[in-house]
């Protein structure tokens, strides 16, 4: 996650200006040898560009990269406020679900915290009024939908450089601050992802552990969540993630079918996939409720088909 001291100066070269490290160290109030960090750390993310002057002075300035555009936003819709004292590193990640009202609860068992944790992190917005309260639950007021917009960009890229220094391929399918979906093109990737530590394969690549092989179109998608374990419902939400086309909302039914995944326990994941309708329905047609009067949310396969296909796999 980008840190306070990152945050500092991306805020002061956000405007478009070049500055060199004395000068940003002065300005930031950070020690000349901290702010050299800093500066290696966003250039070797691509966050800055950097020239050098007479006497080979350094200079840098802020890349179009899509971090640098959505706080450039940010601060040009509500550049009143001082965002680089605002916004922590832990604020950022409980920011990420306030895109619709969530309790504090579930945040904080989302991210593995307290939730007197979650309650620091919140307090700086609290305090300036900046969330809605609506009974035990919060979110962002609407007129911080650009503040939304540059947490999901700061969590994303942090996902993405994560796993392009293993797999240079790599690309982000889903993430939140904790966990990321990522596919590969490469073969060369998929050992690399094999061998890291946090790293497991999911989606249809998976199947085969529970007795379901399916051709693999390509290489499989991988999930990072460090001190976690990658459960079948996990595998169920990949699977509908990264493609919700007709024949993987089969093979997943067969997933849930076979192992008889715990109905309320897929319904409560499937809700921080935006996938509590698809899911819903799914399980409706595993348990023979086929109904064809309503126009579903998913292509489901037909209820002789599903028969068919259990048949087909031994699934009873």
Same mark, same amino acid.
């Given at each position: 996650?980008?840190?306070?001291?990152?945050?500092?100066?991306?805020? +002061?070269?956000?405007?478009?200006?070049?500055?060199?490290?004395?000068?940003?160290?002065?300005?930031?109030?950070?020690?000349?040898?901290?702010?050299?960090?800093?500066?290696?750390?966003?250039?070797?993310?691509?966050?800055?560009?950097?020239?050098?002057?007479?006497?080979?002075?350094?200079?840098?300035?802020?890349?179009?990269?899509?971090?640098?555009?959505?706080? %450039?936003?940010?601060?040009?819709?509500?550049?009143?406020?001082?965002?680089?004292?605002?916004?922590?590193?832990?604020?950022? $990640?409980?920011?990420?679900?306030?895109?619709? &009202?969530?309790?504090?609860?579930?945040?904080?068992?989302?991210?593995?915290?307290? $939730?007197?944790?979650?309650?620091?992190?919140?307090?700086?917005?609290?305090? %300036?009024?900046?969330?809605? #309260?609506?009974?035990?639950?919060?979110?962002?007021?609407? /007129?911080?939908?650009?503040?939304?917009?540059?947490?999901?960009?700061?969590?994303?890229?942090?996902? $993405?450089?994560? +796993?392009?220094?293993?797999? &240079?391929?790599?690309?982000?399918?889903?993430?939140?601050?904790?966990?990321?979906?990522?596919?590969?093109?490469?073969?060369? /990737?998929?050992?690399?992802? *094999? =061998?890291? #530590?946090?790293?497991? @394969?999911?989606?249809?690549? %998976?199947?085969?552990?529970?007795?379901?092989?399916?051709? *693999?179109?390509?290489? &499989?998608?991988?999930?990072?969540? #460090?001190?976690?374990?990658?459960?079948?419902?996990?595998?169920?939400?990949?699977?509908?993630?990264?493609?919700?086309?007709?024949? %993987?909302?089969?093979?997943?039914?067969?997933?849930?079918?076979?192992?008889?995944?715990?109905?309320?326990?897929?319904? /409560?994941?499937?809700?921080?996939? =935006?996938?509590? +309708?698809?899911?819903?329905?799914?399980?409706?047609?595993?348990?023979?409720?086929?109904?064809?009067?309503? =126009?579903?949310?998913?292509?489901?396969?037909?209820?002789?088909?599903?028969?068919? *296909?259990?048949?087909?796999?031994?699934? @009873?």
């Amino acid at each position: 996650m980008i840190s306070n001291a990152e945050l500092a100066v991306i805020d +002061a070269l956000s405007t478009g200006r070049e500055a060199t490290p004395a000068e940003l160290a002065t300005e930031i109030e950070y020690s000349q040898a901290h702010i050299y960090e800093v500066l290696d750390t966003l250039h070797a993310a691509g966050l800055l560009t950097e020239a050098r002057g007479p006497n080979n002075l350094r200079r840098v300035s802020v890349t179009d990269h899509p971090v640098i555009e959505t706080y %450039r936003r940010l601060r040009a819709k509500l550049g009143h406020i001082e965002w680089a004292d605002l916004l922590t590193p832990a604020t950022l $990640r409980v920011c990420w679900f306030l895109d619709e &009202p969530r309790r504090v609860t579930d945040i904080a068992k989302r991210l593995n915290i307290t $939730r007197q944790s979650v309650h620091k992190a919140l307090s700086p917005l609290k305090d %300036r009024a900046m969330l809605s #309260p609506s009974g035990p639950e919060y979110a962002v007021s609407d /007129d911080l939908a650009p503040l939304l917009s540059f947490t999901q960009a700061v969590v994303t890229f942090e996902h $993405r450089s994560r +796993a392009r220094e293993i797999a &240079p391929s790599a690309t982000i399918e889903w993430c939140d601050p904790k966990r990321a979906l990522i596919r590969v093109q490469t073969s060369e /990737d998929t050992a690399a992802l *094999l =061998d890291a #530590p946090d790293w497991q @394969v999911t989606g249809l690549g %998976r199947f085969e552990e529970y007795g379901l092989q399916f051709f *693999l179109a390509g290489e &499989p998608a991988f999930w990072y969540t #460090p001190n976690e374990e990658l459960t079948p419902v996990d595998i169920v939400c990949h699977t509908l993630v990264l493609n919700s086309e007709s024949r %993987r909302i089969s093979y997943a039914m067969l997933l849930i079918d076979k192992l008889d995944i715990d109905r309320e326990k897929l319904t /409560d994941t499937a809700t921080w996939y =935006d996938l509590e +309708a698809t899911v819903a329905t799914m399980c409706q047609a595993v348990q023979g409720e086929f109904d064809g009067s309503q =126009d579903p949310p998913v292509v489901l396969p037909s209820e002789s088909e599903y028969i068919a *296909l259990k048949e087909q796999y031994g699934v @009873v």
